[in-house]
Antibody, heavy 122, light 111 residues
Framework: EVQLVESGGGLVQPGGSLRLSCIAS????????MNWVRQAPGKGLEWVSY????????YSADSVKGRFTISRDNAKNSLYLEMNSLSVEDTAVYYC???????????????WGQGTQVTVSS | QSVLTQPPSASGTPGQRVSISCSGG????????VSWYQQLPGTAPQLLIY???QRPSGVPDRFSGSKSGTSASLAISGLQSEDEADYYC????????????FGGGTKLTVL
């Protein structure tokens, strides 16, 4: 069974930093691209960042570019999101989500973690 | 303002068929396949439809997807109370260097 478990969220002051983690199990982690997706309170889903299985390709949304860094450690089946210069607009539940190839079709976000809450407030 | 436009709300009675639209443009829905996600209250989203109209194993055949041009739709037939949830469409966008974009979401209420 595919499991994704996020951790590292919490309350941080504006301008502060936080590091989120996502531990994967139930599949060969290194073979899958991974993402971070966030959801602000009462709002919709927003893709944040993407990393390929071997970490060679990384993308980030313009809203977090230069502040957030996605990375992974395949030996530890772990995905990370380093968040710096946080602002109140970054307050959200952060989900890690796996991409998958189903047959010939590339499917974004086929599995999701339960999310971790990040609150930026003074 | 989302790149993909969904109605903010939809509703139906048990047993009815409801449809949720997802309108985009030539750089996203018109070019790439669309996925749909269901988010039950208080839970993480889950994949409902991929490749415009394919259901992952375990998703009931009451859920179906379609696409025409720059618009996609999710249809739910035989509506059940447990279908009350938020629904999101998503696809890639060429004008955003191939990043994934989501619709704003549609809250489905079962009356």
């Amino acid at each position: 069974e595919v499991q994704l478990v996020e951790s590292g969220g919490g309350l941080v002051q504006p301008g502060g930093s936080l590091r989120l983690s996502c531990i994967a199990s139930g599949f060969t982690f290194s073979s899958y691209s991974m993402n971070w997706v966030r959801q602000a309170p009462g709002k919709g889903l927003e893709w944040v960042s993407y990393i390929s299985g071997g970490s060679s390709t990384v993308y980030s949304a313009d809203s977090v570019k230069g502040r957030f860094t996605i990375s992974r450690d395949n030996a530890k089946n772990s995905l990370y999101l380093e968040m710096n210069s946080l602002s109140v607009e970054d307050t959200a539940v952060y989900y890690c989500a796996r991409d998958r190839l189903i047959g010939n079709y590339y499917v974004p976000f086929d599995s999701w973690g339960q999310g971790t809450q990040v609150t930026v407030s003074s | 303002q989302s790149v993909l436009t969904q109605p903010p709300s939809a509703s139906g009675t048990p047993g009815q068929r409801v449809s949720i639209s997802c309108s985009g443009g030539s750089s996203n829905v018109g070019t790439f396949t669309v996925s749909w996600y269901q988010q039950l209250p208080g839970t993480a989203p889950q994949l409902l439809i991929y490749n415009d109209n394919q259901r992952p194993s375990g998703v009931p055949d009451r859920f179906s997807g379609s696409k025409s041009g720059t618009s996609a739709s999710l249809a739910i037939s035989g509506l059940q109370s447990e279908d009350e949830a938020d629904y999101y469409c998503a696809t890639w966008d060429d004008s955003l260097n191939g990043r994934v974009v989501f619709g704003g979401g549609t809250k489905l209420t079962v009356l």
